[in-house]
Nanobody, 117 residues
Framework: QVQLVESGGGLVQAGGSLRLSCAAS????????FGWYRQAPGKQREMVGQ???????NYADSVKGRFSISRDNAKKMVYLQMNSLKPEDTAVYYC???????????WGQGTQVTVSS
């Protein structure tokens, strides 16, 4: 059982920045990988980026150089720093945990990010 709660979304102008947070409950936080996903109206959910238990990251091409993921194992938190935001970044952003040995995964409820022109 892993519970994830996202926060930090809101309305921001194009070119601005936001930092999203994902707070995780449960044991053995350090063995989980985490991903950030987003879903815009009328579109399928897509992966924004991932961070492994060891701290390695990867990102979708659309956000490379603008977004970064980090984790704080002591605080059981995962972050998505979003810079140089564009209107096309507007979406509901979701945090996902993943445990590789049994492929267990859990999703947060999402937080809305709206980028205005």
């Amino acid at each position: 059982q892993v519970q994830l709660v996202e926060s930090g979304g809101g309305l921001v102008q194009a070119g601005g920045s936001l930092r999203l947070s994902c707070a995780a409950s449960g044991s053995a936080f350090g063995i989980y990988a985490f991903g950030w996903y987003r879903q815009a109206p009328g579109k399928q959910r897509e992966m924004v980026g991932q961070i492994t238990s060891g701290g390695s990251t990867n990102y979708a091409d659309s956000v490379k150089g603008r977004f970064s993921i980090s984790r704080d194992n002591a605080k059981k938190m995962v972050y998505l720093q979003m810079n140089s935001l564009k209107p096309e970044d507007t979406a509901v952003y979701y945090c996902k945990s993943y445990r590789s040995y049994d492929r267990y995964e859990s999703w947060g409820q999402g937080t809305q990010v709206t980028v205005s022109s």
